[in-house]
């Protein structure tokens, strides 16, 4: 199932720069996307979310693009902190019939990002 | 902040016998998940639970994997008779509803031996 793929396994990045995390989906009935974070043995934290009537959504220092054109969805984490350390996940729901979804995710395989002190 | 609450952290079962995850949704959720994360792999769906009964399942989720609400307060993945491949991390999840993410517990290590 590769509906959703984050291509790169891992990002390192000097502490105060920008992380730039991407992920792409081929699947076009999807219209939400959520980014998550994991720390090891720990589950995964809910970031930030953005809906596709949008093209962007800021919460801090996270912002999350979409392109729908290109089936892209970028994180920009400014400016990172070593606590940013961690996997990242985009995930998916479907688009329920009728406007519900019971709302199952499908995940992209992650990228580690490490941020340098 | 309320939290999906997951025990216990690691299960060591022997092959063949029955294991039972719990999990303890946020309390006014309505929606509620099993996912699963074998070593190096993707985080993969299992079933969702919705009203009281299962509202979708994966291909994963054959007729060896059950889960029940009980009590209105716990929510348990069981496995009938566990393989060596059902080692993985087992992550419950839970939900109010429309477009509100989902909020993962901390999952549950299940080694089988």
């Known amino acids: 199932d590769q509906q959703v793929k984050q291509n790169s396994p891992s990002l390192s990045v000097q502490e105060g720069r920008i992380s730039i995390l991407n992920c792409d989906y081929t699947?076009?009935?999807?219209?939400?996307f959520l980014w998550y974070k994991k720390y090891p043995a720990e589950g995964p934290t809910f970031l930030i979310s953005?809906?596709?009537?949008?093209d962007k959504n800021e919460d801090g220092r996270f912002t999350v693009f979409l392109n729908k054109s290109a089936k892209h969805l970028s994180l920009h984490i400014v400016p990172s902190q070593p606590g940013d350390s961690a996997v990242y996940f985009c995930a998916a729901p479907p688009r329920g019939a009728g406007g519900t979804s019971y709302g199952k995710l499908t995940f992209g395989q992650g990228t580690i990002l490490t941020v340098h002190p | 902040e309320p939290e999906v609450t997951q025990t216990p952290s690691h299960q060591v079962t022997q092959m063949g016998q029955e294991v039972i995850l719990r999990c303890v949704p946020i309390?006014?959720?309505?929606?509620f998940y099993w996912y699963r994360q074998i070593l190096g792999q993707k985080v993969e769906f299992l079933v969702s639970?919705?009203?009281?009964?299962?509202?979708?399942k994966s291909e994963i989720f054959d007729d060896q994997f059950s889960v029940e609400r009980p009590d209105g307060s716990n929510f348990t993945l069981k496995i009938r008779s566990t393989k060596l491949e059902d080692s993985a991390m087992y992550f419950c999840a839970s939900r109010t509803g429309g477009n509100q993410p989902q909020h993962f517990g901390d999952g549950t290590r299940l080694s089988i031996l």
């Open positions: 953005i809906s596709s009537i949008k």
């Open positions: 639970f919705y009203n009281n009964e299962i509202s979708e």
């Open positions: 699947n076009s009935m999807f219209d939400y």
């Open positions: 309390s006014n959720h309505l929606y």
